[in-house]
Nanobody
């Protein structure tokens, strides 16, 4: 079982920047994809960005060029730097851990609110 703890988030004006961090603990696989998803009220949870243990990244089209995902395999952390934030980025952001074998884990979520 992997436990994920997110930090960061909060309130920011449109055009501003915010950073999220997620720390994983427990039985960590050396082969796992970590990432960030988000869910706005009334919407389904959607992918924001993922990064493999080898550093291959994948971004939702809506955040490409604005968000950057990174990870530290030694510390079992994954970060999301969000720049040029838009009103539509407002959502609860969830950290995800998906090993090559075994169940996926989710963090508790952290609120990001972008104001005009």
């Amino acid at each position: 079982q992997v436990h994920l703890v997110e930090s960061g988030g909060g309130l920011v004006q449109a055009g501003g920047s915010l950073g999220l961090s997620c720390a994983a603990s427990g039985t960590i696989s050396s082969i796992a994809t970590m990432g960030w998803y988000r869910q706005a009220p009334g919407n389904q949870r959607e992918l924001v960005a993922t990064i493999t243990s080898g550093g291959i990244t994948n971004y939702a089209n809506s955040v490409k060029g604005r968000f950057t995902i990174s990870r530290d395999n030694a510390k079992n952390t994954v970060d999301l730097q969000m720049n040029s934030l838009k009103l539509e980025d407002t959502a609860v952001y969830y950290c995800n851990y998906r090993p090559w074998a075994g169940p996926s884990s989710w963090g508790q979520g952290t609120q990001v609110t972008v104001s005009s």
